[in-house]
């Protein structure tokens, strides 16, 4: 794709902006990223050389509250992609009515590639070297892509250190036994059941009747698989980075789960094998998932998967996007027009920064909830905001991710304007 993937995102905004009641001013703060932040980071390697590896934290826009948004390690991340992962927490965080606003981070790396210390090395650095960037109440990173709870730990414990004091609040996503929530784990997965299960029944498309293809067996996708087939959905492929397998009949979520957790790596980080080894299913590439004739269709890996180079080759007829930006926005007007319903990234993985938001509120508080109290808020504010969305595409009769913008930009629009800009001084 020539366009920048930014570039691509914003598109999104500027179809919904027609729609929503926002000022002129508001508009145009939110077409830039408020503060974007490069790093280099010196990380020590076990064979005793020096390499720099680059960082990012992007705060797109903090009106509604403190920035939130994960922490990205992949090769492919760079300041473009930053950016727009924060551009789409802060609509997302206003989507799910969250007090933040939107960032994200990442660093340019194979995490594979390296030792536990070495990553351990390079997470501090990677604190140390934003440090002044973040904090409670100004920015609170979360895990993404290959980053995780142990991860996280790291995080809070390099800014308590340089602060001097216990910070739990500066990051959400840890683990439990230093201020993580419970049902962290599983909240995206669990949000997007919620939105599932409160859209299906709109079609007349019982769980049994439905069958489903998700691209992407990490953390979002394998929870989310095995949630839809414990609830009765078919589940019939699933995918990980290395390719897929389909079994028809439907397949075997926990055992085929079983396998990838039995063969991870040092300290369960990274899945050193993949889904493709369970052999008794039937070996298919990520590109023919995404063509697989299914009722639903989950991406939950990485954005740009579905193109306009493969949309034509989409059968399902609804699409959950559990990852962020999976669907470019020409592919979105392919889509829109064979009557394919896209149901947005910002709606149904909203459930992650909910629950991360839940974190937040327990480690300020210092008060800590029962696994039903987590998942039942989660339930109750993903059931709402998903109909709410609903009501709105359908009163003017727009996409379900227009309007999900239309939702979001009409709280951001509210909290500009009620901070005092310039239209207070023009009128009065
Ligand atoms: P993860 O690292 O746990 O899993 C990613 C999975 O995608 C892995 O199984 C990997 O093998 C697979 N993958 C990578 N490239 C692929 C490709 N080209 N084709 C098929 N599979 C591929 O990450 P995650 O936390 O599950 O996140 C997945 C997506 O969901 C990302 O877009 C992320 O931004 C989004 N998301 C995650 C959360 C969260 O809380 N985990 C919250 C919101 C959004």
């Known amino acids: 794709m020539s366009e920048s993937l930014f570039a691509d995102a914003s598109k999104r905004l500027e179809k919904a902006l027609k729609y929503a009641s926002v ?48 922490v990205r390690y992949h090769p492919n991340v760079c300041m473009d992609e930053v950016q727009s992962l924060a551009f ?10 969250l007090p933040f606003g939107g960032a994200k981070g990442g660093v ?37 892509v290959y980053t995780n709870p142990m991860i996280m730990g790291w995080y809070m414990d390099q ?33 997007a059941f919620y939105a599932i299960e409160a859209l299906m029944p709109k079609f007349e498309q019982p769980p049994e009747a439905t069958t489903v293809a998700v691209q992407g067996f990490g953390n979002a996708g394998a929870h ?16 990980d980075s290395q390719g897929g397998v389909y079994a028809k009949k439907g397949l075997d979520i926990p055992s085929i789960r079983r396998f990838k957790d039995s063969h991870k790596g040092i300290q369960a980080i990274y899945c050193e094998d993949t889904v493709c080894n369970v052999i008794e299913h039937e070996v298919i590439t990520n590109e023919e998932l995404l063509g697989l004739d299914v009722d639903i269709l ?17 059968k399902a007829k609804y699409i959950f996007e559990v990852a962020n930006g999976p669907t470019t926005s020409g592919a979105d007007k392919i889509l829109e027009e064979k009557g394919v319903y896209v149901f947005p990234d910002i709606l ?19 008060f800590y909830w029962t696994l039903d109290e987590v998942n039942h808020r989660l339930k109750v504010k993903m059931v709402e905001e998903t109909q709410q969305i609903w009501k709105i595409a359908q009163e003017l009769s727009i996409s379900m991710r227009t309007a999900a913008y239309v939702h979001a930009l009409n709280r951001l629009g509210e909290a500009l304007s009620a901070k005092g800009t310039r239209d207070y001084y023009i009128n009065s």
């Open 23 to 70: 000022s002129e001013d508001a508009i145009e703060r939110l077409k830039y990223p408020k503060t974007s932040l490069s790093v280099s980071i010196p990380v020590r390697m076990d064979n005793g050389s020096l390499r720099i590896f680059q960082g990012y934290r992007v705060r797109y826009d903090d009106t509604r509250g403190p920035g939130k948004g994960g």
């Open 224 to 239: 989310l698989a095995q949630m839809l087939s414990k609830a009765g959905y078919k589940v019939v492929a699933v995918s």
């Open 298 to 314: 989950i991406p939950a890996a990485l954005e740009n998967q579905i193109t306009e180079a493969n949309v034509n080759s989409i």
């Open 159 to 191: 800014y308590s250190i340089i602060r001097r004091q216990l910070s739990p609040a500066v990051v959400t996503g840890k683990p439990l036994a230093i201020g993580g929530s419970l049902g962290r784990d599983t909240a995206t997965a669990a949000g």
């Open 108 to 144: 340019t790396v194979n995490p594979k590639e390296l030792s536990r210390l070495e990553l351990e090395r390079l997470s501090r650095g990677y604190i140390d070297a934003i440090a002044d960037f973040i904090g409670p109440d100004v920015d609170i990173p979360a895990p993404d």
């Open 348 to 366: 149904v993985n909203a459930g992650g920064v909910t629950v991360s938001y839940f974190e937040w509120v327990q480690n300020r508080s210092g």
């Open 88 to 97: 789409w927490m802060t609509f997302k965080c206003a989507v799910l009515n």
